[in-house]
Every structure is written in structure tokens, then in C-alpha cells.
């Protein structure tokens, strides 16, 4: 049987109310698929997507998903169901799930999916036990299918930020991998001059001691140079010599 979800509540009125900043750079575009005319609108959109998941500035052949974009253009698909399957494909997973906790992958979604930062430290809980208990993929059905979802964005909307109460957008401040794995790496990663660095490599050469191996002169066979029973014409590489020079 599914738990159900636990109950939290916003920690402030600010993630609930709509904001008054002042519209810059900064401001998020709002991609719609009613306002796309042709196929190069339909093509922003689905870049704009790309970049809301997986938050990549740069987005690798590798990571596109060729059915779900010929679905939407073909409208047998809504963008909704569009980033449900993002949010399911491997590079998703590669990209957050693997390496991060339940936590910050609570953290993450909220932001890429619903456009806003997890309330509090209970919210995200509660997501985390359901993503323990229904799986990640039963955890996006749950935030793209919820109230929250649909009176922001429906059914034809790519989801967005929201608000921004201060630094820059989520997908230009949060980083790829959480705290224990960033350190990991960090760990791993070989630094120039470290002195532990050093002393590993030294203890990592293996030495084979030289092993010297006795030798008798009774043993030693000297060969034969004597010119005996050889004949031949006396040669000098004396220029000046009075015999053949060779």
C-alpha cells in the first residue's frame, strides 16, 4: 500500500504570492504552444524544454529524444506530456538521479518541473519517502498531474522559474551534483603540487631488487683466436709502405 503523502506547509507567503520584481534580462520567456506558428516557434519550444530538465546549456545530440519531439509536432502529444518524458528518459537520471540524494533530487525536480525551490526542509521529505516508496517516475506523475502544475502551466506551457527572490536563474546557480559527490570527484582529481599526491605515485613503484648471479672462471669459455693455418698477402694501411695496401 502507498503512504501517502506527508503534509507540509510554505515557510513564507513568498512562494505562493505573485512577485513585483522589476522585469530584466533575467526575466524568463514564456514558451507556449498556442503562440507557435510554424516550425521554427515549435522548435524554440522544444529547445526551451530541453533546457528547463536538464538544465544544459548545451544539449548533446546524445540527449535528445527524437519520439517525444516527433509526437509533439505531430500534437499527439501535449508539452506536458512532453516533459513528463524528459523528466523519465536516462539522461535525466544520468544527470541528477545517480548522483545525488533523494533530497536534492526533491530539490531539483521542484525547480525544473514546477518552476520553484522545495518550501522547506518537511516538503522535502515527504517527497522523498514517495519517491522511496512509488519510484522516481511515480514522483514526476504526481507533480505534473497535481493542482499546482496545471494552474501554472496546463497542458501547453513549458514550465519556467516562477520567482526569483535573489542571484541568478536555478539553471545558471545549481550544480550538477550534490555536496558528497562534488567532493568525491574533488578527492579523485589529481592536483599539481600536492605533496600526498607525490608520495603516493613514489609508493606506487614497485622495485624489483638486482638479483647477481655468481660466475667461476673455470667456467668461462674463451674462444679461439690463434691465425693458424690462415694465409694471406701482408697489407698496411700505410700509404708510403713498400707492400700491397688494401
Known amino acids: 500500500m502507498s503512504i501517502p503523502l506527508l503534509t507540509y506547509r510554505p515557510s513564507s507567503q513568498n512562494h505562493r504570492v505573485a512577485g513585483y520584481e522589476v522585469p530584466n534580462e533575467d526575466t524568463p520567456y514564456i514558451y507556449r504552444l498556442e503562440d507557435c506558428t510554424d516550425n521554427n516557434d515549435l522548435e524554440a519550444l522544444i529547445w526551451a524544454a530541453y533546457r528547463q530538465v536538464f538544465s544544459e546549456h548545451v544539449i548533446l545530440k546524445s540527449s535528445r529524444q527524437p519520439d517525444l519531439e516527433s509526437q509533439l509536432k505531430n500534437r499527439s502529444i501535449t508539452v506536458r506530456d512532453f516533459i513528463r518524458g524528459l523528466a523519465k528518459t536516462d539522461t535525466y537520471r544520468k544527470l541528477v538521479i545517480e548522483t545525488n540524494s533523494n533530497y536534492r533530487i526533491v530539490d531539483l525536480t521542484l525547480k525544473r518541473l514546477l518552476g520553484r525551490s522545495s518550501y522547506n526542509e518537511d516538503e522535502r521529505i515527504a517527497w522523498s519517502i514517495k519517491i522511496a516508496t512509488e519510484g522516481f517516475d511515480g514522483f514526476v506523475d504526481q507533480l505534473l498531474d497535481s493542482e499546482e502544475y496545471s494552474i501554472n502551466f496546463g497542458d501547453f506551457t513549458v514550465p519556467y522559474q516562477r520567482r526569483r527572490f535573489k542571484d541568478r536563474p536555478f539553471n545558471l546557480v545549481t550544480p550538477r551534483y550534490g555536496n558528497y559527490w562534488r567532493d568525491r570527484l574533488e578527492e579523485q582529481r589529481y592536483k599539481p603540487g600536492k605533496v600526498s599526491n607525490f608520495l603516493d605515485m613514489a609508493r606506487s613503484i614497485q622495485i624489483k631488487p638486482v638479483?647477481?648471479?655468481?660466475?667461476?672462471?673455470?667456467?668461462?669459455?674463451?674462444?679461439?683466436?690463434?691465425?693458424?693455418?690462415?694465409?694471406?698477402?701482408?697489407?698496411?694501411?700505410?700509404?708510403?709502405?713498400?707492400?700491397p695496401v688494401r
Open 211 to 243: 638479483e647477481y648471479q655468481p660466475v667461476q672462471t673455470a667456467n668461462i669459455q674463451i674462444p679461439d683466436m690463434t691465425q693458424t693455418g690462415k694465409t694471406g698477402i701482408p697489407v698496411s694501411i700505410n700509404p708510403v709502405a713498400s707492400f
